[in-house]
């Protein structure tokens, strides 16, 4: 964050160094726009306590529910990010804080399947070097997709759960080569999933 705030002190450049070529390149920033993003996992503690939601003294006292805690984020304050960890100094200087709706299981499903250079393609990609046409059924894919939901990471928790999925796969795989040149499929189902992620868990 203290390099960050470097952006944010200097005058109309930013003198970078490059320590391989001892050369130095002065950026620009005038202009510059910056964005902070991420999940913020745990600020809706930070904020529930702040707006002292569901605290409750003694057996008849009721919880506030004119707030809904999932949607707690659109709440969020500067108070809050400090709280959370960014620094006074970095806060006082972000113009606008802007909240996302969190992606939903389907979301997170759409962007492994529909977009382009997705994560799966890399799997794929790996087994067609070694003759194996891999492949991912419906139902993988979903669960994959729930598990990152669940974990409140959003979808930058895909890779990894996919990651911890497919090792032991490549532990097994069979890297001899096939002088037929014919192609294997493999098709990695909700099961084979479902049982490396449990045991990773």
Not at 21 to 41: K, R
Not at 72 to 82: C, E, F, V
Not at 172 to 185: C, E, F, H, N, P
Request: aromatic fraction near 8%.
């Amino acid at each position: 964050m203290r390099d960050i705030m470097r952006l944010f002190e200097t005058g109309h450049s930013l003198k970078l160094e490059n320590q391989y070529t001892q050369s130095t390149y002065e950026l620009p920033v005038d202009d510059l726009m910056i964005v902070f993003d991420g999940a913020f996992y745990g600020i809706e503690k930070i904020i529930a306590k702040r707006l002292d939601i569901n605290r409750g003294v003694g057996f008849t006292t009721k919880a506030d529910k004119s707030v809904d805690t999932a949607s707690l984020m659109r709440l969020a304050t500067a108070d809050d990010l400090i709280k959370w960890g960014f620094m006074p100094e970095l806060i006082g200087r972000i113009g606008n804080i802007c909240v996302l709706n969190p992606l939903t299981p389907e979301d997170i499903y759409n962007i492994m399947t529909e977009a382009e250079d997705n994560v799966l393609s890399a799997h794929i990609d790996y087994c067609r070097s070694h003759n194996i046409d891999l492949r991912f059924n419906d139902g993988a894919l979903r669960l994959i997709a729930e598990r990152a939901h669940s974990s409140g990471l959003g979808f930058r928790n895909v890779k990894t759960l996919l990651a911890r999925c497919m090792n032991s796969f490549y532990f097994d795989l069979d890297y001899s080569i096939d002088l037929t040149g014919k192609q294997k499929t493999v098709t990695i189902n909700k099961d084979f999933i479902a049982r490396q992620l449990d045991r990773t868990a």
